[in-house]
Nanobody, 128 residues
Framework: QVQLVESGGGLVQAGGSLRLSCVAS????????LGWFRRAPGQERQFVAG????????YYKDSVKGRFTISRDNAKNTVYLQMSSLKPEDTAVYYC?????????????????????WGHGTLVTVSS
């Protein structure tokens, strides 16, 4: 079982930037994909970005492509989400996720149903 702890959320103005971090403990880091999901008020949790176990492949939700960048440092057991050009519609609780599934581990594409571990979430609020 992998434990995940997020940090880096906060309040930012539209057009600003934030970097989220998630430290993983337990297991061998390269054995699982890591990713970020978010849940906006009144909405279901949605996939945002994912990175393969090696860090070589990434995958993004269409609405964040070109604005968000996911990366991981397996030596530090940490995944990052650099968010730029933030919009009010990016306001949500952001959750770190880990998946040992083969597809996720090799492609960075995480499905919520295949997530093995979730973090507790960190709130990002973008003001207009």
């Amino acid at each position: 079982q992998v434990q995940l702890v997020e940090s880096g959320g906060g309040l930012v103005q539209a057009g600003g930037s934030l970097r989220l971090s998630c430290v993983a403990s337990g297991g061998t880091s390269s054995d699982y994909a890591l990713g970020w999901f978010r849940r906006a008020p009144g909405q279901e949790r949605q996939f945002v970005a994912g990175v393969s176990g090696s860090g070589g492949r990434t995958y993004y939700k269409d609405s964040v492509k070109g604005r968000f960048t996911i990366s991981r440092d397996n030596a530090k057991n940490t995944v990052y989400l650099q968010m730029s050009s933030l919009k009010p519609e990016d306001t949500a609780v952001y959750y770190c996720a880990a998946s040992f599934g083969t597809i996720a581990q090799t492609t960075g594409i995480l499905a919520a149903a295949a997530v093995d571990s979730w973090g507790h979430g960190t709130l990002v609020t973008v003001s207009s």
